[in-house]
């Protein structure tokens, strides 16, 4: 298929895109560069502009022809969705709905989009499954939510096909690509206890006092190609005029002190940390029921919290990191 991958110069929209390649697929990639990289996309086909810019996507389109459009561009900084929602509306939300009215134009009727486990904020239940209630607690989480239901609403109207990926956290590299994490402000748990134990330099645990096993929050690691590999799976099994939400975890919980054990064996080193206070607006525990993405896509997150950790070791030392 012909594929056109917005956000593909980012992290999870390269490896993606690399993804779709080995499994034969041509794709060009559309993105602004904002948080992307040139070298995330080398040797593609690239249209740079903004998911806003009715007249960049309709040049993209035109030119490209896409079978499918699978859709990573967005903003996806928790935080900053609550200091400047206006900003996650307008790209999350009205450039997605433009990316929709493209396409719709331009006769391309498949969409994989990234979404991601913030639709459900607390969750009431763990593991959370597609049917958990969904109540999200920041703005990012009710842009994303909103536009899966757009998707919903084109379907029958615009005979549209389409797979909502609910990310949990995403984590890993894909250094045979030479792609990686990398960003000018980091916030992941992975990257920064990764870096504290090659700079020495310690990072701050965000709360020691939550109800779970050793009184750190809890999260659902997932490989970056794991990820991938369900892109190409939930493309290849699309169907026309089918839609659906799939969660994308590993389905183990991992407390942040155990991610400081594991980054330490795997890299050999003492992983230097502080205790601090809680993080605004972060649930104790967040879990995926993944059954539904196994059954249905069949899909198996095989690789590990430690092979990620390798992953990323790996790829910040070949950028000399
Ligand atoms: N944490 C620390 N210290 C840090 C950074 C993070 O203790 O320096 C803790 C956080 O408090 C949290 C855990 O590590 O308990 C994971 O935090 P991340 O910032 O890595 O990830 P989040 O779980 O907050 O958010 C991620 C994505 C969101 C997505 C969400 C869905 O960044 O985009 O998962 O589960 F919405």
């Known amino acids: 298929m ?21 499994a034969g697929h041509e794709i060009a990639v559309f993105d602004d560069f904002s948080t992307g990289h040139d070298w995330a996309c080398q040797g593609m086909r ?14 993209a389109f035109g030119e490209f022809l896409p079978d ?53 904020g607390t969750p009431a239940i763990t593991p959370i499954d597609e049917e958990s209630r969904q109540h999200p607690i920041n703005p990012y989480g009710r842009t994303k939510k909103q536009f899966e239901e757009a998707l919903e609403d084109a379907r029958p109207a615009d005979g549209l096909s389409y797979a909502c990926l609910r990310y949990f956290n995403a984590c890993g590299a894909a250094p045979e690509w030479g792609l990686g994490e990398v960003r000018e402000h980091e916030t992941h748990l992975v990257p920064l206890v990764i870096r504290a134990a090659a700079t020495g330099k310690p990072f701050t645990i965000w709360g020691t006092d939550y109800e779970t096993r050793d009184g750190t929050c809890v999260r659902d690691y997932v490989d970056v190609r794991d990820l991938a590999d369900a892109h190409v799976l939930a493309l290849e099994r699309l169907r026309p005029g089918e839609g659906g939400a799939y969660n994308l975890g590993s389905g183990q919980g991992t407390t942040v002190r155990e991610v400081v054990s594991s980054v330490g064996r795997v890299m050999g080193k003492k992983v230097p940390f502080v205790d601090g206070p809680r993080r605004a607006g972060d649930p ?25 950790i390798r992953a990323v070791a790996e790829f910040l030392r070949s950028r000399g990191g």
């Open 284 to 308: 104790a525990s967040l879990v995926a029921s993944c059954s539904k993405a196994r059954r249905y896509l069949g899909w198996t997150p095989g690789r590990s919290l430690d092979d990620s």
């Open 46 to 59: 690239v249209y740079r502009g903004d998911i806003r810019d009715r007249s960049a996507l309709d040049k």
């Open 68 to 120: 499918a459009a699978m859709h990573f561009a967005a903003k996806a900084v928790v935080p900053e969705s609550v200091s400047n929602p206006g900003l996650y509306y307008d790209v999350n939300v009205v450039g997605s709905l433009r990316l929709l009215e493209a396409m719709r134009v331009a006769g391309c009727r498949k969409i994989v989009f990234s979404s991601s486990a913030a639709v459900y």
């Open 2 to 22: 012909k594929v056109l991958v917005t956000g593909g110069a980012g992290f999870i929209g390269g490896v993606t895109g690399r993804a779709l390649q080995a």
